[in-house]
């Protein structure tokens, strides 16, 4: 091969690498982005659940 093509080549896989990095990379960020949303509504619902036990329990040893 001839240097002008090899050169050609090595651009062509640089812009497919980066563009398969970036896709990646959107990805990547979508799903944390996703996570960073859901934890406060498991917190809450673990605090709830929580309070709600706590409560549960109290009164059963109030009742007894």
Do not use: D
Not at 18 to 24: A, K, P
Not at 34 to 42: C, D, M, S, V, Y
Request: glycine residues 6%; proline residues 3%; contains cysteine.
């Amino acid at each position: 091969m001839n240097s002008p093509t090899l050169k050609g080549i090595i651009r062509l896989q640089a812009l497919v690498l980066g563009h398969l990095v970036m896709r990646q990379a959107v990805v990547t960020l979508r799903c944390m982005r996703a996570i960073i949303e859901f934890q406060p509504l498991t917190r809450g619902r673990m605090v709830r659940l929580t309070n709600g036990q706590l409560l549960k329990n109290r009164l059963q040893q109030y009742l007894r």
